[in-house]
């Protein structure tokens, strides 16, 4: 096997990737680590990270602005997708990794890289993520993975990293793994371990507890032309804009965490703590607008689809053909989800209190009311249920006969 000479890395800054940069050029005697380092909104120093890098050996380090397209490619289409892994998981950590895997394979083109690397471990849904989106996108690159191969305990790493000046990014005090964005926050290992173990409230940062949440309501609308939420209480904002805004509301009355058993696309059930106060609010709002504007065996079938949306993004197969198709039929239906969502938030709540669309309505007042004004041809029930139950009568008479 040839043997590589530059590697471009996914860096982070954390354990397992800043670890990443010795034993990459000891233990496999690559000359060049060129680290990237992905801007998704979380908030931190990226600058920092990057000299981080620098310092532990990278030959180079870039930083990548991807927030707008995180936003605008991967969590939009979520959105309209009502993807909810399992029913309760938004996607938001998945839905960073073929962005941050596309830019990686760019850059090892751009730079004449042999090989991409990453510091994910052996029974993560990360590698997986990771290595279907390089094969997808760039099947010529070898792909180097040492944190699956090295075999070190997280305490371990941590040593290994100490021996050449890397300072650990968590202590042996607070062991827990998170990974941020501007979708939201994903927190495991430590007590958590134990599903029996109630999440302490400090490993929280962008929702409010039930107990310090206000002791007041608050009513939003949320605006939506094609199902992309496009404003919030009539201020029409940008993507992201509405991202941060929706965190902001959603996380200050206490919404948006999820404590759940997770089944691990590697066979394994683990314990998850998210906090995706945002994405849950618009996703909920969203459902919401699809149910007065979309015919009943369009939202069935949608059903279905979404669910597996869901899970082909969950497993990383995000540039794969079947999600491809399913990314089309989402579309066709989205040109009605025109209206808007009032939702009222209150302690840990968002309730769902009104939903309009002034064009794309498929609820009649005259058809569903009680009132005199109501034209529902009531003559008509008798014959329509006749003819939609004779099979089952037909059935229950030869049923009857049988028996006798």
């Not at 965190?247 to 058993?261: C, E, Q, V, W, Y």
């Amino acid at each position: 096997m040839q043997q590589v000479k530059k590697v471009v890395l996914a860096y982070s800054g954390g354990v397992d990737t800043s670890v990443c940069i010795p034993y990459l050029k000891n233990e496999y005697g690559i000359s060049e680590v060129v680290t990237f380092v992905a801007d998704l909104g979380q908030g931190e120093d990226l600058e920092d990270i990057r000299q981080k890098a620098l310092k532990s050996g990278a030959s180079k380090s870039i930083i990548g602005n991807l927030v707008n397209s995180f936003v605008e490619r991967y969590a939009f289409p979520a959105i309209r997708a009502n993807a909810l892994y399992l029913e309760k998981y938004p996607l938001s950590t998945a839905l960073a990794r073929p962005l941050i895997a596309e830019n990686l394979v760019n850059i090892a083109r751009n730079l004449n890289a042999d090989a991409v690397a990453h510091g994910c471990t052996g029974k993560g849904n990360d590698q997986v993520r990771f290595d279907l989106a390089i094969n997808a996108l760039g099947p010529d690159l070898k792909i180097i993975t040492p944190a699956r191969e090295w075999n070190m305990s997280r305490e371990e790493a941590i040593l290994y990293g100490e021996k050449f000046g890397i300072p650990a990014p968590v202590s042996k005090k607070s062991p827990y793994s998170i990974d941020v964005n501007l979708l939201g926050r994903s927190i495991e290992a430590g007590i958590l371990e134990d599903p029996m173990q109630e999440p302490p409230e400090d490993i929280f940062a962008m929702t409010s507890s039930i107990d310090n949440a206000p002791d007041f309501s608050q009513d939003i609308e949320i605006i939506f032309k094609n199902g992309f939420p496009v404003g919030i209480n009539n201020e029409f904002l940008t993507p992201v804009e509405i991202i941060k805004k929706a965190n902001d509301l959603a996380g200050k009355h206490g919404f948006g965490r999820i404590d759940m058993i997770e089944d691990r696309v590697v066979g394994i059930k683990s314990r998850e703590i998210y906090e995706t106060p945002g994405l849950l609010l618009l996703i909920k709002a969203h459902k919401e607008l699809e149910s007065i504007t979309l015919n009943p065996d369009v939202t069935d079938f949608k059903g279905i689809v979404e669910k597996k949306w869901g899970q082909l993004v969950y497993q990383g197969f995000w540039f794969g053909p079947l999600k491809e198709s399913l990314d089309a039929f989402i579309s066709s239906t989205q040109t009605s989800v025109n209206g808007r969502v009032k939702i009222r938030l209150h302690k840990g709540n968002a309730i769902v209190i009104g939903r309009y669309s002034e064009n794309n309505s498929l609820y009649r007042e005259d058809l569903a009311t009680y009132s005199k004004e109501d034209v529902f041809n009531h003559s008509l029930a008798e014959g329509f249920i006749y003819m939609w139950g004779m099979s089952n009568k037909i059935w229950a008479e030869l049923n009857s006969k049988t028996k006798d």
